[in-house]
Each structure stands twice: as C-alpha cells, then as structure tokens.
C-alpha cells in the first residue's frame, strides 16, 4: 500500500511523531477457516486485505492530510466453518484482543482503527461490534467495521446494493450463496487469482437445505415483537440447516459461476459503503451498526 506506513517497521520516535488527531490504523480481521476444494484456507483475510488497499487508496484521496498505518493482520475469528481445518475462537476472545489493541492506540492519543472483513459468522461479527461500542464508551475512540453492515446488504438483498453490484440474489454472498460460492470465488479472482486452486470451473454447486423449521417458526413469533430479528432469524434458519445438514459440503453456492468482473463490482461497492462509515467517523459521530443477530448478541458467549 503505497503511502501507508508499517506499524511495527516503525521506531518509537516515528510513533511519538504522528499527529493523533490525523492518524488512521488499518487492519484485516478474520478467522481460518476452510473453503471448499478450490481457495485458500485464508480467503476471507485475503479478500479482506486487498479491501484494506482499496480503503487506504480511498482515504488517500479523499484525505490527504491524514496519515494511515496499517497493523498486521489479524488472523482471528468466531464461529468458523465448524470442519478439520478451521482455526476459531471464542466471540469473547475475540472482542478482548481487539479492546486490548484499542487500549494500546488510546492510550497513546490515537482515535481511529478502521477494520477490513470478510466473515459472516454471526458471533464473530456479534464480537466485533461489542468491541466497537465499548471502545467508543471507554475511550471515544472509533473501531469501525463496515462489513457487519455490508452482510446484512447482501443477505437481506437491499435493492440499492444489489443495483450497485449488479449482482443477483445466489450470487452476491447471501444465504444460497454463502460460502466460497459464486461470491467468494469472484472476489479472490480478483484480489488473489493466483491462489484459486485450477478445479474451481469443475466445482458443482452446493444447493441449501430446507431451512430449519423450529428456527423458523422462533422467528415468526419474535417477528411480531422486532420485524429486525424476526428477519435476521430467517438467516439464522438457513444457517443451521446447512451447517447442520450430516452431507453439508464445505462451501455454499456455485463456484463455477464467479467472475472476477463480479469480484470487483463487489469490491468497489463495499468500498464505497465503508467510506460513508468512515466519513462519519472523521466527522466525529458516533457510529453504531447492527449486524445480523444483534437481538441474540448474548449468544456470543456460548462455547464455540
């Protein structure tokens, strides 16, 4: 990332030397976890650095007088694809690692941690905006995450979204295509070609299961106190019922299908989505995102 300086490249004279008011960090978040036969065990944090340069570029232009840092990433993450292969920890830990880098960069006067992300695991994204609003009560400082807004975008099929990508529902990381599907696999074309395996035309599409109809039904009663979770249970449904489904195969949707031209649709719109959150951040509002599950957020804290 041209511009962007290396955190621990840095001497500590360097660090004293930025101006806190003026200093964005950067940082890839995500867990291990597999992919299907055809990408990398670790996708969801390729896909969410190459978000990170387009972050900084987009900073870069818009705010030239702010200077941006990027931290190593973060290979961390809950409720990962529950096969031999992933690596995941718990939500709870997940939100302390992050409160305790927040701690660290407060403490020195910095304000800004603006995050890169490409898991839709409920509780990891349920972690990731504990830490958010906490950090914001204990130190105003901002812990921004845009995918926990762009994941309710793309499963909940909001039409300006949709328009924007040009992508249709199965095709744009919703829940019949959830998981290194015809999404997935379109962004790595595009962030990371080289590390999609040569069998991902040869994949044959994992179609989702009825969904769970207890779940369901939990939904429709809660719908009437909360249209929000009622909706987001819909989701909850779905997941269940494939991640409990005994010839669950280890992705979601249809591989043979993605496009790096729809990899980079997905890429830029997700950009813009995340700038409008980072604006508001540097205009000193408060940032509050809901994501998927919020209403369950106690849920977190179950073993993972």
């Given at each position: 990332?041209?511009?962007?300086?290396?955190?621990?490249?840095?001497?500590?004279?360097?660090?004293?030397?930025?101006?806190?008011?003026?200093?964005?960090?950067?940082?890839?978040?995500?867990?291990?976890?597999?992919?299907?036969?055809?990408?990398?065990?670790?996708?969801?944090?390729?896909?969410?650095?190459?978000?990170?340069?387009?972050?900084?570029?987009?900073?870069?232009?818009?705010?030239?007088?702010?200077?941006?840092?990027?931290?190593?990433?973060?290979?961390?993450?809950?409720?990962?694809?529950?096969?031999?292969?992933?690596?995941?920890?718990?939500?709870?830990?997940?939100?302390?690692?992050?409160?305790?880098?927040?701690?660290?960069?407060?403490?020195?006067?910095?304000?800004?941690?603006?995050?890169?992300?490409?898991?839709?695991?409920?509780?990891?994204?349920?972690?990731?905006?504990?830490?958010?609003?906490?950090?914001?009560?204990?130190?105003?400082?901002?812990?921004?995450?845009?995918?926990?807004?762009?994941?309710?975008?793309?499963?909940?099929?909001?039409?300006a979204f949709l328009k924007e990508t040009g992508l249709e529902p199965g095709s744009c990381g919703d829940d019949a295509d959830?998981?290194?599907?015809?999404?997935?696999?379109?962004?790595?074309?595009?962030?990371?070609?080289?590390?999609?395996?040569?069998?991902?035309?040869?994949?044959?599409?994992?179609?989702?299961?009825?969904?769970?109809?207890?779940?369901?039904?939990?939904?429709?009663?809660?719908?009437?106190?909360?249209?929000?979770?009622?909706?987001?249970?819909?989701?909850?449904?779905?997941?269940?019922?494939?991640?409990?489904?005994?010839?669950?195969?280890?992705?979601?949707?249809?591989?043979?299908?993605?496009?790096?031209?729809?990899?980079?649709?997905?890429?830029?719109?997700?950009?813009?989505?995340?700038?409008r959150f980072f604006r508001d951040a540097l205009a000193g509002k408060e940032i509050r995102i809901t994501p998927l599950l919020w209403g369950l957020r106690l849920l977190q804290n179950l073993p993972e």
């Open positions: 990332m041209a511009g962007v300086i290396n955190y621990v490249r840095m001497s500590l004279p360097e660090i004293e030397a930025l101006d806190r008011e003026k200093t964005i960090f950067l940082m890839a978040v995500s867990p291990i976890e597999v992919h299907g036969p055809h990408l990398p065990l670790g996708t969801d944090v390729f896909v969410a650095e190459e978000l990170q340069r387009r972050y900084a570029a987009a900073l870069q232009k818009e705010f030239p007088d702010y200077t941006l840092v990027s931290l190593p990433s973060l290979y961390l993450g809950s409720d990962a694809l529950p096969l031999k292969g992933s690596l995941s920890v718990p939500a709870p830990l997940l939100r302390k690692v992050l409160l305790s880098y927040v701690k660290g960069l407060a403490s020195q006067g910095f304000r800004y941690l603006f995050l890169a992300d490409n898991h839709g695991g409920p509780r990891h994204q349920m972690a990731i905006e504990a830490a958010s609003r906490r950090a914001w009560r204990r130190y105003r400082f901002y812990l921004v995450d845009p995918f926990n807004h762009e994941f309710r975008l793309m499963v909940q099929h909001d039409p959830a998981h290194a599907g015809t999404n997935e696999t379109s962004l790595m074309l595009q962030a990371d070609p080289e590390q999609v395996r040569e069998n991902w035309r040869e994949v044959v599409p994992s179609l989702p299961p009825p969904p769970n109809k207890a779940v369901l039904l939990l939904g429709r009663i809660l719908g009437i106190f909360s249209s929000t979770l009622g909706k987001d249970i819909k989701h909850l449904a779905a997941t269940l019922a494939w991640v409990g489904d005994p010839q669950m195969k280890p992705y979601m949707g249809a591989p043979a299908r993605a496009a790096a031209e729809a990899g980079e649709a997905m890429l830029k719109a997700r950009t813009g989505v995340a700038m």
